[in-house]
């Protein structure tokens, strides 16, 4: 039982000072191949909505598909803006872009294949949507996805409105 509580106690701290930070400098490829430092993303006056996902995760898709529903409102009201982060590995990173362009996302879609980024945002596995502020700083993260959680990531970029 005390070893359990640690290790909830460690989850929480660790957490709670990632949403005190930015977004880690890591370059990524873009599915256009051009190299994206995911640092220069934020901060640029603009809600930031980064979502980690894989092609193999049905949540994932899901989540991202009800997101496309919203992006076009939510960029208009709050100036947000959506990248989705895969983590496909080197077996399955070329279905990214066909399935992307079957789904037609106008997103950002970087490629995270050793999976540096999601490392060094704590992600472990998916689907994880991390809000960035305008500022560039962690405000929000969800783990895991339902369907009406965009809702939740809806009162969440309210709130940095206020």
Not at 128 to 157: C, M, P, R
Request: charged share 25%; net charge negative; aromatic share 8%.
């Amino acid at each position: 039982m005390k070893k359990h509580f640690i290790l909830t106690l460690s989850l929480a701290i660790a957490s709670l000072t990632l949403v005190a930070q930015g977004v880690p400098s890591v370059k990524l490829k873009s599915t256009d191949g051009k190299t994206v430092d995911t640092a220069t993303l934020v901060g640029k006056g603009k809600p930031v909505i980064i979502s980690f996902w894989a092609t193999w995760c049905s949540p994932c898709k899901r989540e991202l598909n009800n997101y496309l529903e919203h992006a076009e409102d939510w960029k208009e009201e709050f100036g947000a803006e959506i990248i989705a982060v895969s983590i496909d590995d080197q077996r399955t990173v070329t279905r990214v872009a066909p399935y992307v362009n079957s789904v037609e996302w106008d997103y950002l879609v970087l490629l995270d294949s050793n999976k540096d980024l999601a490392r060094a945002m704590q992600v472990i596995n998916v689907p994880h949507t991390f809000l960035v502020d305008a500022s560039g700083k962690i405000v929000w993260q969800n783990n895991n996805y339902s369907d009406g959680d965009e809702e939740e990531l809806y009162d969440q970029l309210k709130k940095l409105k206020k």
